[in-house]
Structures are given as C-alpha cells and as structure tokens.
C-alpha cells in the first residue's frame, strides 16, 4: 500500500547529503529513541542541540510544534513577521509565520478564547490529533468519539502511538520523534469525492 515513506525519502532526495545523514546524539545513543530520533533529524524535521545532545525528555512549545508540523506538511512557512488572528502572537513573534501557515491550512488551530497560546507545552492529545490529519484519518478519529480520545485510539489503532499517557499529558521531544518515524510507515488517505457518498483512497507521498 501508499506510505508516507516516500514522500520522506523524496524530500531527503531533495536535500543535500549532509543534510540526510543521520546524527549523533550523546544521550539518545543506545536508547529506545536513537532510530527514531536519528530518522526525524536526519530529515531535517527536528534538530539537537548544540552541545551535541537532542534531550528526548525535553518537551516543546506550541510556537516551536507549529514550526515541525509546517515542516511535516512541506509547505512554506512563511515570512518571520506575519499579522496573525492572535493577539498573544504578534507579527515580531519569532514564530507568527509558521504559526500563520500552520493554521491556515488547517495543521492547527488556536483555542476557544480566540488565543495561540505559543509559549504553552504542546500536549500528546494536540501532537496526536495534527498527525492523525496529516495522515487523513480525522473521520475514523471523529466517528470513534472525537478529541480526544477518538484520536488517541485511531492512533494506537494505525500503530502510531504505542505509549500509555494522559491527552492533556505534555509530549516529549523523544515521544514527537517516534510519533513521525511510525506515522511514516502509515498509509496516507485522501479524500477524492464529497458529500453523501464520499469515497476515501490510499495514496503514496501525497499530504
């Protein structure tokens, strides 16, 4: 079947070498997270630090996880100063491009109360329900309940999040790594027809 596998391998492809060669990190070497961490950086989606470590027990900001999914979505982030919908983001925010981009297409969204909220720990319940959409699997997410918890069990279902933890939970940085080198290995689906008789499809690399 259609992975996102393949659009990750064309994106590295695209990529200078050294860009795809997979880092060293100190603390996650020999760890349960090395192979996971070491596929997202060698992407280029996630970084380590510059002291030679990536602290995969470390969690990340909503401003810093809109940055990621924007990379995710291969879609540009647009220009560091960007009047966004929020009034806690303003246009010198370092991340009001992404933060725009990202919620323009519809990666994210702000909260009830009209705020972004940036500088907040982003949750494995929010992480969770970007990358089920990424994915296309929101409908099976929704008719299983909704957020959160229908989207906590479609991804176990697909076999993307294998850990016990609370929605309102905040995710690591380790935890985000596996979350995209198992979603890699899901198929991608893609609605094709709308309406009462809407058919879904499997395709490869597409987002």
Same mark, same amino acid.
């Given at each position: 079947m259609?992975?996102?596998?393949?659009?990750?391998?064309a994106?590295?492809?695209?990529?200078?070498?050294?860009?795809?060669?997979?880092?060293?990190?100190?603390?996650?070497?020999?760890?349960?997270?090395?192979?996971?961490?070491?596929?997202?950086t060698?992407?280029?989606f996630?970084?380590?630090?510059?002291? +030679?470590?990536?602290?995969?027990?470390? $969690?990340? $900001?909503?401003?810093?996880?809109?940055?990621?999914?924007?990379?995710?979505?291969?879609?540009?982030?647009?220009?560091?100063?960007?009047?966004t919908?929020? *009034?806690?983001?303003?246009?010198?925010?370092?991340?009001?491009?992404?933060?725009?981009?990202?919620?323009?297409?519809?990666?994210?969204?702000?909260? *009830?109360?009209g !705020?972004?909220? *940036?500088?907040?720990?982003? %949750?494995?319940?929010?992480? =969770?329900?970007?990358?089920?959409?990424?994915? +296309? !699997?929101? !409908?099976f997410?929704?008719?299983? +309940?909704?957020?959160?918890?229908?989207?906590?069990?479609?991804?176990?279902?697909?076999?993307?999040?294998? $850990?016990?933890?609370?929605a309102d939970?905040? =995710? %690591?940085?380790?935890?985000?790594?596996?979350?995209?080198?198992r979603?890699s290995?899901?198929?991608?689906?893609r609605?094709?027809?709308?309406?009462?008789?809407?058919?879904?499809?499997?395709?490869?690399?597409? $987002?």
């Amino acid at each position: 079947m259609k992975k996102l596998t393949a659009l990750l391998l064309a994106l590295c492809l695209a990529l200078p070498s050294a860009v795809c060669a997979a880092p060293s990190y100190s603390d996650t070497a020999g760890s349960s997270y090395e192979k996971y961490v070491s596929f997202a950086t060698a992407l280029g989606f996630m970084e380590g630090y510059p002291d +030679g470590t990536f602290q995969a027990e470390e $969690t990340m $900001t909503r401003a810093e996880f809109a940055a990621l999914a924007v990379r995710l979505r291969g879609i540009d982030g647009g220009s560091a100063e960007v009047q966004t919908p929020f *009034p806690d983001v303003s246009a010198g925010h370092w991340a009001s491009g992404v933060i725009s981009s990202a919620v323009g297409s519809g990666i994210l969204k702000g909260y *009830p109360d009209g !705020y972004f909220y *940036p500088e907040e720990k982003i %949750t494995v319940g929010e992480a =969770i329900c970007v990358m089920i959409g990424m994915l +296309g !699997y929101q !409908y099976f997410a929704e008719n299983q +309940g909704g957020y959160p918890q229908g989207y906590l069990a479609q991804a176990s279902s697909l076999g993307i999040w294998r $850990t016990a933890a609370n929605a309102d939970s905040v =995710i %690591t940085r380790g935890m985000i790594a596996e979350l995209i080198y198992r979603a890699s290995e899901v198929d991608i689906l893609r609605q094709v027809s709308y309406g009462q008789t809407a058919e879904l499809e499997k395709k490869r690399g597409v $987002t």
